[in-house]
């Protein structure tokens, strides 16, 4: 559902930060490793991949949004 109101509002650079997200999709990422080094149980190991997923969405957006909100700026600074 963040994914969608971000989408609509188009202010996905402004609510989150960079640092947070990268955060966020290490410990996702050090999740997915862990189940998959310690032979977890399958729908363990597909809920941690599907973390990373969102994580990399959610990353996708704010630098596509950052980029789009920049563009817009100079635009109305010219």
Known sequence: SQIYIACQNGR???ALSLGFLLCWI???L???VGCYLT???PIQIV???FYVNMDIIMISQFVYYKLKNQKMT???IF
């Open 12 to 14: 996905v650079d402004q």
């Open 26 to 28: 290490a410990g996702d």
């Open 30 to 32: 050090t999740n997915f």
């Open 39 to 41: 032979n977890q149980l």
């Open 47 to 49: 809920t941690a991949i």
């Open 74 to 76: 100079k635009r109305k």
